[in-house]
């Protein structure tokens, strides 16, 4: 007789994540349609409706919405779209109130203030199409280049262990301003990452434009 020993998932008794200086101790769950229109909601009234600013929710979370039969994702890929010469005190502060924010909600935004440029290439990308660029044209913006994720007193992810995902030929980071950085170019591995998605047919360049969308999904 064999007897099969059921799997046990070990529950989440403690939590902690770190971005750079923002921190939780809430365990963030997949997202979903209610927590992304809180998120969207929450952040537009504190600063006066992004006024110049558009957003788009990319990426698989995105492409979901769209085909619920696609896997549903960890997080929300967010992108602002934003001038090279953007205002980097008031992008710094929209960006860390972004997080925190989804963070209190209990979703995670992984989120960039990019350029149109940026933006037109990737979701030409995630249509399979890889059209000639200059790297030093992709330009985008972050608000953290740190992280750590410690769950149950293990840590699980540090990103002072290994290469760290900037550490590319073709990936320039300059510290621009306190706790921003400006980051041009992209790496290979991120672009065969995502010309493989659209190869599985989980991309398909969807997104959703979180300015103007009536979210009428089914979900």
């Not at 599985?200 to 979900?219: A, H, Q």
């Amino acid at each position: 007789m064999v007897t099969i020993k059921e799997s046990v998932v070990e529950p989440v008794n403690t939590f902690y994540a770190a971005f750079d200086d923002i921190s939780t101790t809430r365990a963030w769950d997949r997202p979903n349609l209610y927590n992304l229109i809180k998120w969207r909601d929450t952040l537009f009234n504190l600063h006066n409706g992004l006024d110049g600013i558009d957003v788009f929710l990319v990426g698989g979370f995105a492409e979901y919405l769209h085909n619920p039969r696609n896997p549903l994702t960890w997080d929300a890929d967010v992108c602002f779209i934003v001038d090279e010469d953007v205002d980097y005190n008031r992008i710094k502060t929209i960006l860390d109130d972004s997080l925190r924010i989804a963070l209190d909600i209990g979703i995670f935004i992984d989120q960039k203030a990019v350029t149109p440029y940026v933006f037109n290439f990737f979701q030409q990308l995630q249509k399979g199409v890889i059209h000639e660029h200059d790297y030093t044209k992709l330009i985008f913006f972050r608000n953290y280049m740190g992280f750590d994720k410690i769950i149950n007193g293990v840590k699980i992810y540090s990103s002072g262990n290994g290469k760290p995902w900037w550490d590319s030929p073709k990936i320039d980071v300059t510290n621009v301003y306190p706790g921003l950085w400006k980051v041009a170019g992209v790496s290979e591995k991120l672009i065969n990452k995502v010309i493989n998605k659209f190869k599985k047919g989980i991309y398909t360049g969807r997104d959703v434009d979180l300015r103007n969308s009536d979210f009428n999904f089914i979900t």
